[in-house]
């Protein structure tokens, strides 16, 4: 069992920042080296969507085209931590965040039914 906690979200006017938080932890001796972290988020009335993903071991990462150049997903392997780290807000970007996790890490990263763990959201709002 993985618990994700999610913090870090607020209101924020456009063009400013706000750091994301995922802390991590499980009960199991699996390393989180072992797993690929995601973010998604979901806007009132709209489905959920892709942010960004990270492949804990490698630290390679991907994000969606919307947030690219934007946002960033790192991680703190010390703190079994991962963050995103989000610049340049924008209206659009208000959601409900999501930090999710999969063990092993999937080619298919992008997709929410990838994921087997998920944190209970962290509320971001952008006000222009």
């Known amino acids: 069992q993985v618990q994700l906690v999610e913090s870090g979200g607020g209101l924020v006017q456009a063009v400013g920042s706000l750091r994301l938080s995922c802390a991590a932890s499980t009960a199991s001796r699996r390393s989180f080296s072992t797993y690929a972290m995601g973010w998604f988020r979901q806007a009132p009335g709209k489905e959920s969507e892709f942010v960004a993903a990270l492949n804990w071991n490698d630290g390679t990462t991907d994000a969606a085209e919307s947030v690219k150049g934007r946002f960033t997903i790192s991680r703190d392997n010390a703190k079994n931590t991962v963050y995103l780290q989000m610049n340049s807000l924008k209206p659009e970007d208000t959601a409900v965040y999501y930090c999710?996790?999969?063990?092993?890490?999937?080619?298919?990263?992008?997709?929410?039914?990838?994921?087997?763990?998920w944190g209970q959201g962290t509320q971001v709002t952008v006000s222009s």
């Open positions: 999710a996790a999969i063990f092993p890490p999937a080619a298919m990263y992008y997709r929410i039914r990838t994921y087997d763990y």
